[in-house]
């Protein structure tokens, strides 16, 4: 998660950032307790 947002940071149109959008729900989710990271 931290990659994707230092690639946000960086230049929230790269390419590198839109391969991360796909990823997201491999390692964040929003449980009954709120959101969670893997």
Known sequence: ???MLC???ED???E???LHLS???D???VA???M???
Do not use: T
């Open 1 to 3: 998660a931290l990659n």
């Open 7 to 9: 690639c946000w940071v």
């Open 12 to 14: 929230r149109n790269s």
């Open 16 to 18: 590198a950032f839109k």
């Open 23 to 25: 990823r997201i729900p």
């Open 27 to 29: 390692y964040l989710w």
């Open 32 to 34: 009954e307790d709120g």
């Open 36 to 38: 969670k990271m893997k």
